[in-house]
């Protein structure tokens, strides 16, 4: 099944996020989508549930003279997840590997702040956690990315994605507190197969989601103010 793009994803994956989470809606739940690609979908779920709006941003950890291959994934704030096994295979060393860590991780920084254009982050602490990518090939980066949310204090983390291989799911399914898909293919293509309409956003239009994309914090035991800002 094809999506028209990835708004149309966004709004597919609502409904299996409705089917399979009670009480999905409400202040506590904030919605993290991994840049660039992700977001979109993700606001698509914010604006259904009434929930805060961020942004995470996972890369791919490179392999030694490989441009195409990875040894892991890095999200915000270092937290990182390792393919052991790759890195085994090639000989790579922990040297290389420590310092890869820190360069991707300094790009993952760079590029959340040009995202949030210094809007400050969602708190997550006590909070659960809806992370939303738009599709799902390789575990590590979507791992790091669930890790990075718990990091932050979320007290339950979900993964949503609208398209996923199997082995990627099972991989997430050790990592987050709950794995929602809306369709898991025999045979996993590129993520942009996916798609009618598979451009990505351009950096302006992802700082205006984050900019619409909020409502008022969340105060443990409190009650929401009057939003002074609609999602739309």
């Known amino acids: 099944m094809m999506y028209r793009d990835r708004t149309d994803a966004g709004r597919r994956l609502v409904q299996q996020l409705r089917e399979r989470i009670t009480a999905l809606d409400g202040e506590e739940t904030v919605v993290l989508g991994v840049a660039p690609g ?4 993700a606001r698509e779920v914010a604006l259904a ?18 441009d195409d291959l990875g040894i892991g994934g890095v999200a915000i704030g270092g937290t990182a997840r390792l393919d052991e096994r790759t890195i085994a295979m090639l000989g790579v060393g922990p040297e290389y590997v420590a310092e890869t860590v820190r360069a991707v991780t300094a790009e993952v920084e760079l590029l959340t702040s040009r995202y949030r254009s210094g809007r400050p982050p ?8 809806v992370v939303v990518d738009d599709g799902a090939q390789t575990r590590y980066r979507s791992r790091a990315a ?18 996923a291989a199997s082995d990627v799911l099972d991989a997430l399914a050790v990592e987050a507190d709950a794995v929602v898909c809306d369709q898991v293919p ?6 942009g197969a996916y798609y009618a309409r598979s451009e990505l956003p351009r950096l302006e239009e992802l700082r205006a989601m984050l900019s619409r994309g909020t409502i008022p914090p969340f105060t443990p035991g409190g009650r929401r103010r009057t939003p002074t800002a609609e999602l739309r």
């Open 146 to 163: 669930v890790g990075a949310a718990r990091a932050a204090g979320a007290r339950e983390v979900i993964f949503a994605v609208p398209v």
């Open 49 to 66: 549930i009434r929930a805060p709006l961020d942004v995470v941003v996972a890369l791919r950890l490179p392999a030694p003279g490989y």
């Open 122 to 129: 969602v708190a997550l602490g006590g909070r659960r956690v």
């Open 186 to 191: 025999e045979r996993h293509c590129g993520i």
């Open 38 to 41: 992700g977001l979109v979908v």
